[in-house]
């Protein structure tokens, strides 16, 4: 019988670890069914409920002892006598079956206290925000700009360039004809925790900014090449 103990505990101990395949889980049950010592059975139902962690998190141990010796001690009832050999395990595999239904429930139950422990320890000011038309206009020169509070039409003229904000709240540059002898500034756009923005860039590229996030592009591109330099998140 020690190979039989052997391998119902380590079936068990699989399937209440979650790693038992279902070949492994079909060898369990079959084993309680044909299992030829009840006392056997008894041992690793009883160092199963006794080594399952989080039992005396739900139950006492007196009370976790009283389920347990319920679930594998038959009801006191005036039947007629059943030979033990023909129904011991008929008996036993419903006994594991509501044992696994108590593990189950007591996991669940674990779980769930878990959670909401975890959910009160969410500060409100730590929650991200559906995204809003927030961002900071940052110039060549360090000047910014509240974009969010700007007023609608033409925020700024630079040399070369006007810098509009839309009746919708997008952010157009407006760029003339490019100098080749004079060097492109350099601007940033930057969208907090919980904003976003969306910009044309002067050569007509429409970005959308996520939060978090930030794009610094020259005001007016010269040449073939379109570089412009993204932290975080845009599209």
Request: net charge positive; with cysteine.
């Amino acid at each position: 019988m020690d190979e039989l103990y052997a391998r119902l505990n380590y079936l068990l101990d699989a399937f209440l670890n979650k790693k038992a395949s279902e070949q492994e889980k079909d060898e369990l049950f079959v084993l309680i069914r044909q299992a030829d010592n009840d006392e056997d059975l008894h041992r690793v139902l009883q160092r199963a409920w006794n080594n399952f962690p989080q039992a005396e998190d739900v139950f006492p141990s007196a009370r976790s002892g009283q389920i347990l010796s319920n679930i594998l001690s038959p009801p006191e009832q005036n039947i007629p006598f059943i030979n033990p050999k023909n129904n011991w395990r008929m008996y036993y595999a419903a006994a594991a079956a509501a044992l696994f239904i108590g593990f189950a429930v007591l996991l669940f139950s674990h779980k769930k206290r878990k959670t909401n422990q975890l959910i009160t320890k969410v500060k409100p000011h730590d929650a991200i925000l559906p995204g809003s038309n927030k961002a900071v206009l940052k110039l060549a020169n360090g000047k910014t700009i509240v974009l969010d509070s700007a007023h609608i039409g033409t925020i700024i003229n630079l040399k070369n360039t006007c810098i509009k904000k839309a009746q919708d709240g997008l952010l157009v540059y407006n760029a003339g004809r490019p100098q080749l002898n004079q060097p492109s500034a350099i601007n940033t756009i930057t969208t907090p925790r919980g904003g976003q923005y969306q910009v044309i860039l002067p050569d007509g590229s429409k970005v959308w900014l996520n939060a978090a996030s930030s794009v610094s592009f020259p005001t007016q591109f010269t040449g073939k090449i379109r570089q412009v330099s993204v932290s975080g998140e845009a599209y």
